[in-house]
């Protein structure tokens, strides 16, 4: 079974190993303390660590867009996909999302990224509409209910 916890100084070597390569452990430093903060631009953000017996696996984050919607985005470091634990975190996310009081949890998952699409919808996401984002990426923008 996995948690979620916040981010710490001790997990800035497995960052930069799995996700932030080009950054120095400075940079790393100030996006820990960013994520722990809980704020981004006067909204809620937090960054979690998806944790197995006590190594991160990933991260997933929680950003406000509205007081009753929220954005929920995980990464599973690539040597721990396909072993459940996206789905596991997004479901925690969730509950987390609820206890805060959010009634709508949203996902932007770009088109190729078919194992996250298929990992949404088996949590009940549905697609509302495509895009192209800055990026030039096809992305589609899944939502789901969580109110009561």
Known sequence: MIKL???TNAD????????????TNREI???????NSKNVDGKY??????????MPVGMISLYQHTQSVISCGPEIFEEYRGKGYGT??????????????YKI??????????????????L????????INKRGNE?????????E
């Open 105 to 122: 949890v949203v996902a932007q998952i770009r088109k190729d990224n078919e194992k996250s699409i298929m990992l949404h919808q088996r």
């Open 88 to 101: 596991q975190a997004v479901g925690m996310a969730i509950d987390v999302a609820k206890k805060k009081g």
């Open 29 to 35: 430093q100030e996006k820990i303390k960013l994520w």
């Open 5 to 7: 916890r916040n981010f």
């Open 12 to 23: 800035i070597s497995l960052l930069k190993k799995c996700k932030y390569e080009d950054e």
């Open 139 to 147: 992305v589609g923008f899944y939502i789901k209910y969580i109110g």
């Open 45 to 54: 953000y937090e960054m979690f660590a998806i944790v197995d017996n006590d």
């Open 124 to 131: 009940g996401f549905e697609l509302d509409h495509e895009y």
